[in-house]
């Protein structure tokens, strides 16, 4: 069973937008920290974003803040990311994935992974 299934990618010209969203068959998902990551084609896997559980704290890379917004339904045990005024340089597969605890750090240890979904902006 996939524990984070991501959704929502697809091809998108520059300047446009994208809405991914993740689904984590978690206990207790209030407890996990929830982020995005990405890794570009020949590039390693670069944290993107991460919102605390409870309190809803988040974090971002500086390469996407003021364009990218995450935030999560816990009823609906979903993270979402938002991604607004996108760039080629977007190019990627993301991936969301989950630590628990309280810990947006871009270096945090997540255990749990989703498979991917390509995110492609053409330019």
């Known amino acids: 069973q996939e524990l984070l299934v991501e959704s929502g990618g697809g091809l998108v010209q520059a300047g446009g937008s994208l809405r991914l969203s993740c689904g984590a068959s978690?206990?207790?998902?209030?407890?996990?920290?929830l982020g995005w990551f990405r890794r570009a084609p020949g590039k390693e896997r670069e944290f993107v974003a991460a919102?605390?559980?409870?309190?809803?704290?988040?974090n971002y890379a500086d390469s996407v803040k003021g364009r990218f917004t995450i935030s999560r339904d816990n009823n609906k045990s979903t993270v979402y990311l938002q991604m607004d005024s996108l760039k080629p340089e977007d190019t990627a597969v993301y991936y969301c994935?989950?630590?628990?605890?309280?810990?947006?750090?871009?270096?945090?240890?997540?255990?749990?992974w989703g498979q991917g979904t390509q995110v492609t902006v053409s330019s």
């Open positions: 994935a989950a630590t628990y605890g309280p810990d947006l750090s871009p270096t945090a240890k997540y255990p749990y």
């Open positions: 978690l206990r207790s998902i209030g407890s996990f920290t």
């Open positions: 919102i605390t559980g409870g309190a809803h704290t988040t």
